[in-house]
């Protein structure tokens, strides 16, 4: 029997929420910038060597500079989540432990990833400092417009919530 | 004209160059229309036989024409729409664009889906033959409301628990994502939190909403949804809601620890009954 799970991805405004999406479910990417409004919702049914498949409906939210700002009602019987944020741009992930903290107590118990987006604009060592400096921890650092380590990370986001 | 020549005109429509297909159909209907006229006794002979022919015709489309035609409109109307509603822009003026690119919208999913391309040109012919005019079929058609779809949908995550359609055309879990991230978007919004969204209405299609306690029902519905078919909509859903869903504890009861201990309603069953109370009711 075919599961389906709901994962909701957040950040602030332009983190490349959207375009982690394109790629991992069309494998596309686009430089135009299309402001999300509300939320947009896309399905990708990830299939597992076992023959079992899950269905990942992705809700794709507006971003927003203050986490505490989402409508909570969006998060609501959330299976897994997403926060990411723009490695190029530091107040997307200043806040980082405070962001994390208000969407632990949002969604108790619910599995979280953390996304550093746009490494192709960095340089890595430069990047691997920055991060170490300023104690961010992810868990995986990806571009949407290379696609390098984004179904990865959809793809751990999926094993996680195969067996819950 | 006898029975030959007609499967010979049928032939014709069937096999016609797709580029010019739907006008050389216009062309042929006309001049079928003009035969018809003139020769309305032969109707009633020739009826079963082209009811055999349109079954054929209907069966062969999505084989043969169908899928480039379809395609090729599609590709357009999806890859150029924009640019085909802006080169009209200064002639027409911005009601006009509005009007249009909610028309091409509203095409391009009807060639989505083939039925609805078949079944008008099925009206078309039938009219041609049984004698009755068009305007009145298509009106017999349009005068009630009709489901088209019914979705059982888990209140929070939005995630679809079971389905019935009459055509599988769109994507029913991603549906039921969009409509519940309306109806939490718009019950949210207005901060109330003891009533909920009932209706959205959409293009052609007005959606009816009933929620229950975990699960709402979402009911796709066509035609003219006016009081009467609402009142009659709502005793179908109660009448499922007594039949099945009482009867299931996972789809009523709102108790975290319960998830883990009781069977869940499978979905196979709950769509069989989603049909046996929705497939043939009568709004
Ligand atoms: N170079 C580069 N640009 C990216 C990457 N990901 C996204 N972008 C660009 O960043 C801009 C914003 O991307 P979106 O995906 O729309 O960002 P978002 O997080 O969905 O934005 P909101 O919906 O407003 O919250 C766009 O111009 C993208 O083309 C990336 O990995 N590398
Ligand atoms: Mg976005």
Do not use: C
Request: aromatic residues 8%.
């Amino acid at each position: 029997m075919q599961k389906s799970k709901k994962i909701v991805i957040l950040g602030h405004f332009g983190v490349g929420k959207t375009s982690l999406i394109r790629r991992f479910v069309k494998n596309s990417f686009s430089d135009k910038y299309k402001v999300t409004i509300g939320v947009h919702i896309s399905k990708k049914v990830v299939g597992f060597g076992s023959g079992e498949t899950i269905s990942m409906i992705l809700w794709d939210l507006e971003g927003t500079d203050d986490i505490r700002m989402i409508r909570n009602p969006y998060l609501l019987g959330t299976h897994g989540a997403f926060f990411v944020f723009d490695v190029n741009r530091p107040s997307t992930f200043q806040n980082i432990q405070e962001d994390l903290a208000v969407l632990s107590k949002k969604m108790p118990e619910v599995p979280l990833l953390i996304i550093g987006n746009k490494v192709d604009l960095v340089n890595q060592d430069d990047l691997n400092i920055l991060l170490k400096e300023n104690d961010i921890s992810f868990d995986f650092l990806t571009s949407a417009k290379t696609g390098e380590w984004v179904e990865d990370a959809f793809l751990q986001m999926a094993t996680l919530l195969k067996d819950a | 004209m006898d029975e030959k020549d007609r499967l010979e005109i049928i032939k014709d429509i069937l096999f016609t160059d797709d580029r010019e297909y739907i006008e050389k159909i216009s062309e042929r209907i006309a001049l079928l229309e003009k035969t018809v006229n003139e020769k309305e006794r032969l109707s009633s002979k020739v009826d079963p036989i082209i009811e055999n022919q349109l079954e054929e015709f209907t069966k062969s489309i999505p084989t043969t024409l169908g899928p480039t035609i379809t395609e090729t409109l599609r590709e357009q109307i999806r890859t150029q729409r924009d640019e085909v509603v802006d080169a009209l822009f200064p002639i027409l003026g911005k009601m006009i664009k509005k009007y249009i690119a909610q028309e091409m919208k509203a095409l391009s999913e009807k060639i989505d889906s083939q039925f609805d391309f078949i079944s008008k040109w099925k009206i078309r012919l039938k009219a041609l033959f049984s004698g009755k005019k068009k305007k009145e079929l298509l009106l017999q058609q349009l005068a009630s409301a009709k489901i088209e779809q019914v979705l059982l949908i888990e209140k929070d995550s939005g995630i679809l628990k079971a389905s019935y359609s009459k055509t599988k055309t769109i994507d029913e879990e991603m549906v039921s994502g969009m409509l519940t991230a309306i109806k939490s978007f718009v019950e949210d919004a207005f901060n109330q939190q003891n009533q909920s969204l009932e209706l959205i209405e959409y293009e052609l299609y007005q959606i009816h909403l009933q929620s229950f306690v975990t699960h709402y029902m979402a009911v796709v519905i066509s035609g003219p949804y006016g009081l009467k078919s609402k009142n009659r909509l709502q005793d179908l859903i109660f009448d499922f809601y007594n039949r099945y869903m009482a009867m299931n504890v996972d789809l009523v009861v709102d108790f975290p620890v319960l998830e883990k201990k009781t069977k869940k309603a499978d979905k196979r069953t709950i769509e069989r009954e989603l049909a046996s109370s929705f497939g043939n009711a009568k709004i």
